[in-house]
């Protein structure tokens, strides 16, 4: 198990940018894949990106791609996700995730046992 604590969330306009933090402790982290999650109230929580224990590859959704970057320090056990080009849809709740299941199954809520408490994130002009 590890814990996970994101930050850096908040409110921009439009076109801005943002970065994400998730700090991991209490296990081994670079055991893990690391992935971003989000949610909206009442919605089913949806991926947006993930990382490979090792860092070498990366995966995003779609609606993301080319906008966001997600990357991990495996020595200092940090997950963080680059958001450009923000959008109004972007808004929602943030959440890191750290899970060990197999690469079919990345984009998976299920392969993710370990979760942040999330950060909100919310794009508004």
């Known amino acids: 198990q590890v814990q996970l604590e994101e930050s850096g969330g908040g409110l921009v306009q439009p076109g801005a940018s943002l970065r994400l933090s998730c700090a991991a402790s209490g296990g081994t982290f670079r055991s893990y894949d690391g992935a971003w999650f989000r949610q909206l109230p009442g919605k089913e929580r949806e991926f947006v990106a993930a990382?490979?224990?090792?860092?070498?590859?990366?995966y995003y959704d779609d609606s993301v791609k080319g906008r966001f970057t997600i990357a991990r320090d495996n020595a200092k056990i940090t997950l963080s996700l680059q958001m450009n080009s923000l959008k109004p849809e972007d808004t929602a709740v943030y959440f890191c995730?750290?899970?060990?299941?197999?690469?079919?199954?990345?984009?998976?809520?299920?392969?993710?046992?370990?979760w942040g408490q999330g950060t909100q994130v919310t794009v508004s002009s």
């Open positions: 990382i490979r224990r090792s860092g070498g590859h990366t």
């Open positions: 995730a750290a899970g060990s299941g197999i690469l079919s199954t990345i984009r998976s809520v299920e392969s993710y046992t370990n």
